[in-house]
């Protein structure tokens, strides 16, 4: 056999080899350069992407992205990438300046596109710049939204690397799989609650979609945004008599927010103080590392708190 013959076979074999793996080698470079914005973000193009993509992820987990800071290296990272994947609805306050700032040429995916948007409800005595958010964008917080977010990253992974089609079509069928069951499984446990105790009250108001998709009110401390820390005193007035109508038997603070108002909320309306959610992710080795354990946790702290004693 000649060496030209020879070199060709081992080609061939090659290609043929790596057509066959589900996800890129180890020691190949990565498809794709993406950045997400936040934690939870990060968790799903990570589920769709996997070892073709090398993700950098803004805010960290156990990061607030409503006051979020970014560094000079956040910059270099949205330089370098070819997919921005983002929630939009003016959510992420400091991205256009990064964006602008890096020169980035990344394309943005807005993740809310598409989606069924509920209306921003900013309480009295709320930061005034947001009132002009007309779109609540915790879309996140309802497993069947993040459906088809899923599908959003699936399509503009593809467009970006066509060769990875296969790869990032399996990811995320097997994904949306487990996010049904979730859905399944937090319907059940939300079940537990009888209708007229579905009352949800957080330090912020990060949890509307969870509401909508398993029949909870929401009200909150900060409203939608937690930018403004330190609310007028007449705006806490209002809302311990919301939370005294209420007739609940528990509050709940977030890990994300320093549970130090809501707390002494829940001191002066005379009611308990449940387990802290999660509307991002919590640190590695924390109840809430995953979207999907972030969500369970929150499961169980909300039925504990609300369900009737059995
Ligand atoms: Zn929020």
Do not use: C, K
Request: no cysteine.
């Amino acid at each position: 056999m000649n060496r030209s013959v020879r070199l060709i076979l081992t080609a061939l074999l090659l290609f043929s080899a790596a057509s066959a793996l589900p996800a890129r080698a180890q020691d190949e470079p990565a498809a794709l350069n993406a950045v997400a914005t936040f934690s939870v973000l990060g968790d799903f193009v990570a589920q769709v992407g996997g070892e073709r993509v090398n993700l950098t992820t803004l805010v960290p987990a156990g990061g607030d992205p409503h006051t979020f800071e970014p560094s000079p290296a956040d910059s270099v990272a949205l330089a370098d990438a070819d997919l921005i994947f983002e929630i939009g609805l003016g959510f992420e306050t400091w991205l256009d300046d990064m964006v602008s700032a890096s020169g980035t040429g990344a394309r943005r995916v807005v993740l809310t596109d598409g989606l069924d948007l509920l209306p921003a409800t900013p309480h009295e005595g709320g930061d005034e710049d947001h009132a002009g958010e007309d779109y609540d964008p915790h879309v996140w917080l309802d497993p069947q939204r993040v459906m088809i977010m899923i599908a959003t990253i699936r399509d503009a992974l593809i467009e970006a690397d066509p060769e990875g089609e296969a790869v990032y079509r399996l990811n995320a069928e097997n994904y949306v799989r487990e996010l049904e069951m979730l859905d399944a499984e937090l319907e059940a446990a939300f079940a537990l609650v009888p209708e007229q105790d579905r009352q949800l009250i957080t330090s912020h108001e990060a949890f509307a979609y969870l509401g909508d998709r398993y029949g909870f009110t929401v009200d909150s401390v900060l409203g939608i945004t937690t930018e403004s820390a330190d609310p007028p005193a007449a705006a806490l007035a209002a809302i311990i008599d919301r939370i005294r109508a209420a007739g609940v038997p528990a509050v709940f603070p977030e890990t994300a927010v320093n549970p130090s108002l809501i707390e002494q909320i829940a001191a002066d309306a005379g009611v308990s103080v449940g387990q802290p959610l999660f509307d991002v992710l919590g640190e590695p080795e924390s109840d809430g590392d995953t979207y999907l354990a972030m969500m369970r946790h929150n499961a169980l702290a909300i039925v504990s708190a609300l369900a009737p004693a059995q």
